[in-house]
């Protein structure tokens, strides 16, 4: 079973337009989410990340919102560059003592000019 | 500074043949994770190594996987007897304990088994 889920593939955004990601999950025990970014023949990068007490975090052009009675979160980018096109992956963090994380199957994020 | 290394970055191999995947973290990293992602897939977790020992292998998908790491450095995932849902891309992360976001992710390894 899916605990993390980014239901939509791909996103594709103009320059400078926002770009929203979404995340959902099912494990109310969650207690961080993160956001990586991958580029091609890459691994993943950490981007920015939400403890489940907070409802929001902005770092620069990203934001992430965390609605916990829904179980979801989405990330706002804004303005969209064309150095943004990548897979973004929503993950989320058990509180146990292996910090494994559970990562959604990602979004392919297009930004076209 | 050197990040996380994974060698080869590229494997094809036959049904049936083992195969090994190394992971070279950063230095100093006592945390260390493989990952999977298959066609299609999130990164599936295998394992976690904390210093040699691997307090959760929960992950490891049949007894034909295992792990080590030596030095606690280095780390070796050994699939046995390889299957075609093997295919996946494996990757290797290294970090500091307590510092769960700061997973620093190596490029992979694409293993296609035919």
């Known amino acids: 079973d899916q605990q993390v889920k980014q239901n939509s593939p791909s996103l594709s955004v103009q320059e400078g337009r926002i770009s929203i990601l979404n995340c959902d999950y099912t494990?109310?025990?969650?207690?961080?989410f993160l956001w990586y970014k991958k580029y091609p023949a890459e691994g993943p990068t950490f981007l920015i990340s939400i403890s489940s007490i907070k409802d929001k975090n902005e770092d620069g052009r990203f934001t992430v919102f965390l609605n916990k009675s829904a179980k979801h979160l989405s990330l706002h980018i804004v303005p969209s560059q064309p150095g943004d096109s990548a897979v973004y992956f929503c993950?989320?963090?058990?509180?146990?003592?292996?910090?494994?994380?559970?990562f959604g199957t990602g979004t392919r994020l297009q930004v076209f000019p | 500074g050197a990040g996380v290394s994974q060698s080869p970055s590229n494997k094809v191999t036959e049904k049936g043949k083992d195969v090994e995947l190394r992971c070279d973290p950063i230095?100093?990293?006592?945390?260390l994770y493989w990952y999977r992602q298959s066609l299609g897939q999130g990164l599936e977790f295998l394992i976690y190594?904390?210093?040699?020992?691997?307090?959760?292998k929960s992950g490891l998908p049949s007894d034909r996987f295992s792990a080590e790491r030596t030095g606690g450095s280095v780390s070796t995932l050994t699939i046995q007897r390889t299957q075609q849902e093997d295919s996946a891309v494996y990757l290797c992360a290294s970090g500091s304990i307590g510092s769960f976001y700061e997973q620093y992710f190596g490029p992979g390894t694409r293993l296609t088994v035919t």
């Open positions: 494990n109310s025990m969650f207690d961080y």
């Open positions: 230095s100093g990293h006592t945390a």
């Open positions: 190594f904390q210093g040699n020992s691997a307090p959760d």
């Open positions: 993950a989320a963090r058990l509180p146990n003592n292996t910090d494994k994380l559970i």
